[in-house]
């Protein structure tokens, strides 16, 4: 482990660090927002872990949501991964979609994709660990995330029922098998058999029956890759269809940007607190 910045921010400690990654055979960075009571001697507090989308890193998420200042209020430890390796494959910067910064939170198969891209193993296992060791971390977790990241964040917690103990998505791509973006990046990583994509897809997941975990997402109505990529639609027809739990907030006027994260990522900070708030009782 090694820290590679760190500043005060409403109390607390926002920070980088680095460290080698088993799953993913690379170095891999997160930032981490360790709010003032991380201070207090023999502190356990829960972390929201933020997965970011289509081009990000771990920077964004911390520099951009405003998600600091309620975090301090509410004693919650916030990491952010980066969205993919930064190790050197061969094609993995010639598009935007794929690759680098577009890791997709799957476990690859695919030459060369599967020697580094295990970012769902990463996601779901070697990252909390990290986290609980290095800091004053307990074991309740929750878990978000944007576009890309809210895909990621709504399969991992589909998957592993109780292992989150609530998560949320800004925008999400909730039907990766039927959307341009996510086919492009199943295909890569997972090959031709769509029905190995099953496994990465929120939509598929709740027509599965494996979960009743409830869902929690917001979608701006003036998202340009509303129709193409994120068809918000289809989760609600599933869930509806499986009686699964799910509260879709339509907001006019909110585009795919951080100013419509920022605006709303309070009541997802609560939302998360309120449960894992429950899981402490």
Known sequence: MERKSQTSLFGGSQETW???SKACEAEMRFSVYLPPQARAEGAELSVLYWL????????NFMQKAGAQRVAAELGLILVAPDTSPRID???DSESYDFGKGAGFYVNATQTPWAGHYQMYDYVLNELPAVVEKQFPANSRRSLSGHSMGGHGALVLAL???GRFQSVSAFAPIVAPSQCPWGEKALTGY???DRATWKAYDATELV???ISKQELFVDQGLDDKFLAAQLKPELLEQACSKMDHPLRLRRHSGYDHSYFFISTFIEDHLRYHAQRLEKAES
């Open 207 to 209: 027509l599965s029956g």
């Open 18 to 20: 680095a460290h080698a």
């Open 190 to 192: 997972l090959g031709s």
């Open 159 to 161: 998957r592993n029922p």
């Open 89 to 91: 494959v061969a094609g």
């Open 52 to 59: 970011s989308g289509l081009t990000c890193n771990e920077d």
